[in-house]
Nanobody
Framework: QVQLVESGGGSVQAGGSLRLSCAASGYYSCRSSDMSDMKWYRQAPGKEREFVSGFNSDGAARYADSVKGRFTISRDKATNTMYLQMNSLKPEDTGMYYC?????????????WGQGTQVTVSS
């Protein structure tokens, strides 16, 4: 069973920084050893959950346009931990941040979610 535990959220003023962590454990049959099947999502109050950042299979990072240049994703394969360094935070970055792991493999979709960590940015 896959488990994802996020941490690092908090309340900051605009322009501040936070570093989120996602510790992954457990196994599923299509798990990627390079953690390219892990992503960050966020959900603001009253809005749909949206993609924030993840890795391509070639290892390249990808970001939502709204966070490019401000957020940096990284990973530690030794500890199965993914990070999201968030700088120059804006009030519109406020929301619950989720770690997700999964993929489509052998015609089956796998998707696992953490419990989320709250980020609040005040102006």
């Amino acid at each position: 069973q896959v488990q994802l535990v996020e941490s690092g959220g908090g309340s900051v003023q605009a322009g501040g920084s936070l570093r989120l962590s996602c510790a992954a454990s457990g196994y599923y049959s299509c798990r990627s050893s390079d953690m390219s099947d892990m992503k960050w999502y966020r959900q603001a109050p009253g809005k749909e959950r949206e993609f924030v950042s993840g890795f391509n299979s070639d290892g390249a990072a990808r970001y939502a346009d709204s966070v490019k240049g401000r957020f940096t994703i990284s990973r530690d394969k030794a500890t199965n931990t993914m990070y999201l360094q968030m700088n120059s935070l804006k009030p519109e970055d406020t929301g619950m941040y989720y770690c997700q792991r999964g993929t489509v493999c052998a015609n089956k979709e796998y998707s696992y979610w953490g419990q989320g960590t709250q980020v609040t940015v005040s102006s």
